[in-house]
């Protein structure tokens, strides 16, 4: 299985459409005969604060991965957190 991974850096990462719908085409160019691109988008655009800076991403009995969102001038800081 392989993995496309993109972390956007900037609270406006994308300067049109066209953009957007030329990254969905190279990924899906990318893709393997039956393979699935799944996206996930946030709204950066309001600053987190406090524990809601922490996101929850996948745990298990004896692991957590969360990520951190830090607001920046400019961009949004995300930092992945495993905790095992």
């Known amino acids: 299985m392989a993995i496309i991974y993109r972390v956007i850096r900037s609270k406006t990462p994308f300067g049109s459409l066209d953009e957007i719908r030329q990254l969905i085409i190279d990924c899906c160019e990318l893709l ?16 987190l604060l406090g524990n809601l800076r922490f996101i929850p991403v996948k745990s298990d009995d004896a692991k957590i991965l969360t990520c951190c969102v830090d607001y920046e001038v400019g961009r949004v800081r995300v930092a992945i957190q495993p905790y095992w």
């Open 32 to 47: 393997t005969e039956g393979g699935k691109l799944i996206l996930s988008f946030r709204d950066y655009s309001t600053a």
